[in-house]
């Protein structure tokens, strides 16, 4: 117990998480997320390295990609490990600190995820809609001011979120029906759970979604509008291609989320894992899309990963001419 202004809090020595139990074969699809996991580490590491190591990628665009690559292995290992453990070893308690600091992990960098795609549209809005004045408004410094704004206020907001919690007792079940410490279903299982506190965890979901996702299309809007203004049918297309990649990476971030929301809304499932596997997936596969699109879709990415590739081919070729 914890004693806060002569109030006594319980707080229980952690949770059990017993969510996508009923579901068969389970294990086979923790498998799969083990691979989804092993692939995103591997394809957001080399994105980080590519544009890193090469000074002509040293851009407002690459530092973007790279502040997402880096959200996208945080965002992944602050889940998928712990689904390995709860449903392949079949340890599903988890101590209420370490809880928090999962919970705290996946909220902050799934926020944090929402608005770097967020500084992607606007770094397309700018290129578009003020190409003459591109480098002038978008530059390295202000492009790093933006991404440290963001991380400041992520990172802020959701420790203030998360804190609620601890002023929060749980006399309740310690049974968490989900795929990790998920917030909603830890927050029903307090005692105290004031409706302020409860208006709070909502408008924590309006600015982890909707605030973003707002501001992609202000941005998209400002470049459609653009681009209908140009006189050449050819500069139209140039400058819509230029935007594949982010439209991607947007449409299997939101989609995904805005439709299993909705249909869990409106809809009765007779199996409530459902709902949960569904979210569980579309939680783990953008971090893994991510870099694969920019991979293939970046002609700068895609050179410069090739040739380190074929470097290291080359260098253990030599090892083995060496030590045969």
């Given at each position: 117990m914890t004693v806060l202004n002569d109030s006594v809090i319980i707080h229980p020595p952690g949770f059990y998480i017993i969510?996508?139990?009923?579901?068969?074969?389970i294990s086979v699809y923790i498998i799969f997320l083990a691979f989804v996991y092993m692939v995103t580490v591997l394809f957001n590491c080399l994105v980080i390295y590519v544009i890193?190591?090469?000074?002509?990628?040293?851009?407002?665009?690459?530092?973007?990609?790279?502040?997402?690559?880096?959200?996208?292995?945080?965002?992944?290992?602050?889940?998928?490990?712990?689904?390995?453990?709860?449903?392949?070893?079949?340890?599903?308690f988890i101590p209420f600190n370490e809880c928090l600091v999962q919970m705290y992990s996946y909220y902050a960098f799934g926020t944090l995820e929402s608005f770097a795609l967020a500084i992607l549209a606007y770094?397309?809005?700018?290129?578009?809609?003020?190409p003459l004045h591109q480098n002038s408004i978008n530059t390295l410094r202000s492009m790093s001011y933006i991404i440290g704004l963001i991380w400041c206020f992520s990172l802020g907001i959701m420790a203030y979120g998360i804190g609620?919690?601890?002023?929060?007792?749980?006399?309740?079940?310690?049974?968490?029906?989900?795929?990790?410490?998920?917030?909603?279903?830890?927050?029903?299982l307090a005692c105290n759970n004031y409706t302020?506190?409860?208006?709070?965890?909502?408008?924590?979901?309006?600015?982890?979604?909707?605030?973003?996702f707002t501001l992609i299309c202000i941005s998209y809007v400002s470049i459609l509008v653009t681009v209908f203004r140009m006189k050449s049918l050819d500069s139209r297309v140039k400058a819509l291609a230029t935007c594949t990649e982010h439209i991607i990476l947007v449409a299997v971030f939101?989609?995904?989320?805005?439709?299993?929301?909705?249909?869990?809304?409106?809809?009765?499932?007779?199996?409530?894992?459902?709902?949960?596997?569904s979210l569980s997936l579309a939680s783990c596969t953008p971090p893994c899309v991510n870099p694969i699109v920019y991979s293939f879709r970046t002609k700068e990415i895609r050179n410069r990963a090739l040739a380190l590739v074929r470097k290291i081919g080359t260098d253990q070729e030599k090892v083995l001419e060496v030590f045969p």
């Open positions: 969510g996508l139990q009923t579901l068969p074969y890193v190591f090469n000074h002509c990628l040293h851009t407002p665009k690459y530092l973007a990609v790279v502040n997402l690559a880096v959200i996208d292995v945080i965002l992944s290992t602050s889940i998928i490990p712990n689904m390995i453990k709860v449903f392949l070893m079949k340890d599903n770094d397309r809005m700018i290129a578009i809609c003020f609620i919690l601890t002023q929060l007792s749980f006399c309740n079940s310690l049974k968490v029906f989900s795929y990790f410490c998920d917030y909603t279903p830890v927050f029903t302020m506190q409860w208006t709070v965890a909502t408008s924590l979901t309006f600015l982890i979604l909707v605030v973003p939101y989609i995904p989320l805005i439709t299993i929301f909705n249909i869990a809304y409106y809809l009765q499932f007779n199996n409530k894992d459902l709902p949960l596997l």
